[in-house]
């Protein structure tokens, strides 16, 4: 392999997964170029919970400061009855005993990726490139984009979401998978939510039918992220929902949700898609990451998670090894078990009956 330094390496997506990656790489004085569909780079107006082990990482990469100052430790997640009863309230798993160890942090996803993209040089990003093709060559991958552009790489990383291009011409034709749910996210202000989000709880309010409503305070900001998962028919991937349809689907929980609802300025509508695991997640010079990999479903909080962690096991991995290829070996063995797994598991939506708010520690250790 050249001098690590030297490395040209091409990352398409400019999501989470992918500004993720670009930060850990260029930690390690590795320059990473970033190439996004989208002629901006913008997060939905949500709350995200990082879990430690991804917080970790953030420490390693030299932005924990940041995210500290932009983020509220969060003690507890609950899961509630639709009503508000508390069936389970646990503290979060974390790494070790050490009570000064990192902790779970709820941040707002815009705050997020903003950390992210402090840390890679403006000359790096490159928006209005949506990768068409990508053809691999035993000294370099070629990738062409749709408004002509074409590049070569030492390195292509794939984080270009569950409907990757890159995952269906390389690795699989495997398709997304319509869930039967759709979730509608806001952020409202603190005294908008009614003493329901009154601490740093992460709370689950769980109705009968199956629909849930998530709390998620972000003090901070002095906001509550609010976010709705409902069954629906309507398979269309951003669906269009009135604020009548959504205050109906709230009518089986406590009736300040409804008032909540009727307060926020709007919801981001979105139908949630699945996918099953595919087998290979790397080939040559090219390596899938993050939802393009192994998108799951929101049910246990991971997926972005994953992704930025998937994004500090590969640069690791690039740092340690003689060979890109040994690189993307090495990448897929540790991070393909636990995403197949979390995969799995987020298949469980939360519910009443499973005696935890984490079954996720009954079967993989943190
Ligand atoms: C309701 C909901 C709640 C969630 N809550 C949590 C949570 O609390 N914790 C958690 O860890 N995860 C959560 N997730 C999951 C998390 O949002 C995703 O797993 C994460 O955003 C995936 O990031 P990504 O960068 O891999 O993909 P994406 O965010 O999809 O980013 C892909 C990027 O690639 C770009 N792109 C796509 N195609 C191309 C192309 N051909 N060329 C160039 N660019 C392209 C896109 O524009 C986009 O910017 C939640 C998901 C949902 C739906």
Known sequence: MKNKSDLSVAIVGGGIGGAAAAVALHSKGIKANIYEQASDIRELGAGIGMRPPTVHFFKDWGIYEEIVQKSSISGYMAVLTAHGEVLVKEEWPVLTDNPKEDWARLIHRADLIETFFNQVPTENVHLKHRCKKVIEHEECVEIQFENGNRIEADLLIAADGIRSVVRQQIFSDVKPIYSGMH????????????????????????????????????????????????????????????????????????????????????????????????????????????????????????????????????????????????????????????????????????????????????????
């Open 183 to 366: 979730a509608y996210r806001t952020v409202l202000p603190e005294k908008e939510a009614f003493n329901l989000a009154p601490d740093d709880t992460f709370r689950v309010f769980v109705a009968e039918s199956g629909s849930h409503v998530y709390l998620m305070p972000l003090p901070h900001r002095n906001q509550v992220s609010y976010d709705i998962t409902v069954h629906s028919e309507d398979k269309s991937w951003k669906p269009v929902v009135s604020i009548e349809e959504i205050l109906e689907h709230l009518q089986e929980f406590n009736p300040m949700f409804q008032k909540m609802a009727d307060l926020a300025e709007s919801f981001t509508c979105r139908a949630i898609y699945d996918i099953d695991p595919i087998d290979r997640w790397t080939s040559g010079r090219i390596a899938l990451l993050g939802d393009a990999a192994h998108a799951m479903l929101h049910h246990r909080g991971q997926g972005a998670n994953m992704a930025i962690q998937d994004g500090g096991v590969l640069a690791e991995a690039v740092m340690k090894a003689d060979t890109i290829q040994e690189a993307l070996k090495i990448y897929e063995s540790l991070r393909k078990p636990i995403n197949h797994e979390y995969q799995k598991l987020s298949r469980l939506t939360p519910n009443n009956k499973r005696g935890t708010a984490f079954p996720e520690k009954e079967i993989l250790k943190f």
